[in-house]
């Protein structure tokens, strides 16, 4: 049986869509303010949700013991509670199949030996970043069951850069099966594309930063901050230090993420116009007119959810944005590499 067949490749590409739904979620659970509503994990019996009036009651008391609760929802009804629960629990029950998608065709394909040596060893790489990222959800829940009821916009950057990383790493692996012949391009243009993904990769870590601050409620103007100004007063002293601002304070994060979105854009038109002179594929095309097309429509969804104050379907539209331009920049570095 030939290694490497499509059937690999058709796997890695279901672990790509099933990341993908993970973070449409994940998004809907973190607008929704849903996310510390499950305050202990089960890997087997918390697949299944409170099944009668007994159980729900259960899982509210034990809803009530943490800090979001008794601060902030104290006027909460069992039915209010149900609402947010639902949401955490499909966010965890998709985190698990994810894992057993990614593990047991693993098994099969190990077994029945399809894959070669170094797709067994990226696999593997896979599945620890997999696993890395379940740690780190749990790390970040656990952060906001302590004395604040939120969590830590820290943690959340980590969790979802992970997310992003993990899908990532798996459409390359992916690619690399997909085409195993690769032409030798411009090693400069190659480090441009590079640069650009590190640069959106900072940028996708303040969008996380901007959603564990509730950041986006503050200034809703475009294209100036509050009071017609680039740089609102409140960008330098809601902390102590400049740096501390900009990586705490809300209006200091916000300031650092808008701003950044102006050098994405700048990076991605600078990959396209010295791109177009490298092309020798239909893909390549392809790939640069993607990251045209997206960065604009990335950048107006951006302007809308910040002025019209973070209506939930338009945060989770912009974080499916972010997510379809990481692909294309994967994409675009794919087929500008050796």
Not at 272 to 298: D, H, I, M, P, S
Request: charged letters at 15%; proline letters at 3%.
């Amino acid at each position: 049986m030939k290694k490497d067949n499509k059937k690999v490749i058709y796997w890695l590409l279901t672990g790509c869509v099933l990341i993908f739904i993970m973070v449409i979620v994940g998004g809907i659970t973190r607008l929704t303010h849903s996310g510390l509503s499950i305050s202990n994990y089960k890997l087997i019996s918390g697949t299944i949700p409170p099944m009668n009036d007994v159980e729900w009651q259960e899982a509210f008391d034990l809803y009530k013991q943490y800090p979001e609760y008794q601060k902030l929802n104290t006027h909460f009804t069992i039915e209010e509670f149900k609402d947010i629960y639902f949401w955490e629990w499909i966010h965890r029950v998709i985190g698990r199949f994810i894992g057993l998608v990614f593990f047991l065709p693993f098994l099969y394909f190990l077994i029945t030996k399809q894959l070669t040596k170094p797709t067994i060893k990226k696999s593997i790489g896979l599945m620890c970043l997999g696993a890395l990222q379940g740690f780190l959800g749990w790390y970040m829940v656990k952060s906001g069951l302590v004395d604040r009821p939120d969590v830590s916009h820290y943690r959340l950057a980590m969790h979802l850069t992970t997310a992003f990383i993990t899908f990532s790493a798996t459409f390359w692996v992916a690619l690399d099966l997909m085409f195993p012949y690769n032409k030798i391009v411009n090693t400069g243009f190659n480090r441009l594309v590079k640069v650009g993904t590190l640069v959106l990769l900072i940028q996708i870590v303040y969008g996380a930063f901007v959603a564990g601050l509730d950041a986006g409620w503050v200034h809703n103007h475009w294209p100036m901050m509050s009071e017609g100004k680039f740089i609102h007063e409140s960008v330098y002293i809601e902390r102590d230090s400049l740096f501390a601002n900009l990586t705490e304070g809300k209006s200091g994060v916000q300031f650092v993420h808008r701003t950044l979105a102006y050098v994405v854009v700048i990076f991605i038109l600078l990959i396209y116009f010295k791109g177009k002179k490298y092309v020798e594929t239909n893909y390549q095309r392809r790939a640069l007119n993607a990251l045209l097309y997206l960065v604009f429509f990335q950048f107006i969804l951006g302007v809308f959810t910040l002025i019209l104050q973070v209506p939930v379907w338009l945060g989770v539209a912009h974080q499916v944005g972010a997510f379809l331009l990481l692909s294309a920049m994967t994409f675009t570095l794919h087929r500008f590499s050796k």
